[in-house]
């Protein structure tokens, strides 16, 4: 069915880069490191998360978001998920399905009842994936394309599971150096034609197929680090990304795209950082 027979539909998303139109958030109220379970928590775990300087970034970008044209809906936070913030790991919407993650660390079992429960009440359509451990955070779409992280999070069981859901898709494993987390923390598709990677998380086949297929911007060390690949698209060559990395923000000003500057810097130190802190619901090719 083409999305313009959706007169108004609550959920839709079929890439990562169509215009962002509704997204769901969750303000880090409860946020701190509470169990290490990535690298970049590591070198966090004795500075832990100051509340009051993440809620400030993160409402500072609800206000770009909403100052873009985006609707923002709030997942209710808990006490009890401290990593909560990170909603894109916790479901992605694909077609007009949001399908719900099954997370892999016990300190985020029990989000994802969180966020079925805003689904019933918002009356979406989802699914439920719960036969194996997959997260949004290692799954990125491109029409057709789905591309799958296997890393710590999601194994290759949940990836087959997928595709034996999605006949009509052509659901890509990819590999990678499972200590970045998830495959959006080293690699992530900002247009049909663009996208950001950091290469050294790649072995020689992997790196081959993705530029085989995308015109890659490379992300340094420094900048993966500070989540270089993890920026948001809105739509129409907008992009929502980190003042700090100033590289990967030059070239893609360069290239045309209008960078969004929000600093995220304490959110960033759990591991995740713009697409990790956004689920889409609505995106439409405008």
Known sequence: MSIKQHLHPTAYCKTEYDTLHRVLLCQP???KIRDVI????????????????ALKQHNNFIEALTSEGVHVELLPPSHLYPEQ?????????????????HMARNVRKGEESILQHWLQKQNMKYKTLSENKIEGGDVLI?????????????????????????????????????????LDCVFNIISEREALIYPAAFDKNELELLRSKYDVIEVGELEQFTL???????????????????????????????????????????????????????????
Not at 43 to 53: A, M, Q, R, T, Y
Not at 85 to 101: A, M, N, P, Y
């Open 85 to 101: 913030v990170f909603t894109r790991d916790i479901g992605f919407t694909l077609g007009d399905t949001v399908h719900v993650s």
């Open 142 to 182: 491109d029409g057709n394309s789905i591309f799958v992280g296997v890393s710590h999070r999601t194994n290759e069981s949940a990836i087959q599971h997928l595709q034996s859901l999605l006949p009509a898709y052509d659901v890509i494993p990819i590999p990678f150096n499972e200590k970045y987390l998830h």
């Open 228 to 286: 270089g690949t993890n920026v948001l698209s809105l739509g129409n060559k907008r992009i929502i990304s980190l003042p700090i990395n100033s590289s990967i923000n030059l070239e893609l000003n360069k290239r045309g795209y209008r960078i969004i500057e929000v600093d995220f810097s304490e959110i960033i130190k759990s591991g995740g950082s713009f697409r990790c802190c956004s689920m889409p619901l609505l995106r439409l090719d405008e």
């Open 29 to 31: 109220k409860h946020m």
């Open 38 to 53: 990535n690298e970049t928590q590591k070198v966090f775990k004795n500075d832990g998360i100051d509340n009051e300087l």
